[in-house]
């Protein structure tokens, strides 16, 4: 578990395709106690320490986590935002993040606004239902409060405002129009759909 703030922004030195697929990722941590089977949140997707060193940690992403997020899009020189798991006692600054995405949307707008900067994305159709003014989202391992949403006949935009601090402690300041973005639905949000399906 993970909580969607990020303590790193890392990057990928290297990527290996072979049976699946070796990403070496450079980061600050201090890797003496970031032990090999140790989860980390590699901009929202839970991946598995398989080796490490001074300034770096190697995770293997299977055919699976590449389709279904946007980690197959990356190449030496990414970005990735980074978070240690979740620890008891740990303070929940952000909210409750599995590390699973949901889905991958588009970034389809950047704006200023006063300091902060307002990104609007698109996503996926089966995402719309759990994406709500006022609500919780995981976008690229980071936890964000959706500020508004639309609905369209193939899915639902909706934006965020990042404000300064976030911009420079996360990949977020980078972002981009056409960017791939993983999404993570508030876990809350599923549970009260499913609940509401089977009251239906």
């Not at 949140?41 to 060193?53: N, R, Y």
């Not at 994305?121 to 759990?130: F, R, V």
């Not at 949403?149 to 965020?160: A, K, P, S």
């Not at 996360?170 to 876990?187: A, C, F, Q, S």
């Amino acid at each position: 578990m993970f909580t969607g703030i990020v303590t790193d922004v890392g990057r990928v030195r290297s990527v290996e395709r072979r049976g699946d697929t070796r990403l070496v990722i450079e980061t600050r941590f201090d890797t003496d106690h970031l032990e090999v089977g140790a989860s980390v949140a590699c901009s929202g997707v839970c991946l598995t320490v398989v080796d490490k060193g001074a300034g770096w940690f190697a995770v293997d992403a299977s055919a699976e986590t590449l389709g279904a997020t946007a980690l197959g899009h990356w190449d030496a020189g990414q970005a990735v935002n980074l978070e240690r798991a979740l620890k008891v006692g740990d303070e929940l600054g952000g909210h409750i993040v599995t590390g699973h995405v949901d889905g991958v949307g588009e970034v389809v707008g950047r704006a200023p606004e006063g300091d902060s900067v307002r990104l609007t994305a698109l996503a996926p159709k089966t995402l719309a239902p759990y994406i709500a003014r006022k609500g919780s989202i995981t976008w690229d391992g980071v936890s964000l409060t959706v500020n508004e949403v639309e609905d369209t006949g193939d899915g639902c935009r909706f934006g965020v405002n990042i404000v300064p601090h976030t911009q420079a402690e996360t990949t977020l300041g980078g972002t981009r129009v056409g960017d791939p973005i993983n999404l993570e639905i508030d876990i809350l949000a599923r549970y009260v759909a499913r609940l509401k399906d089977l009251n239906a």
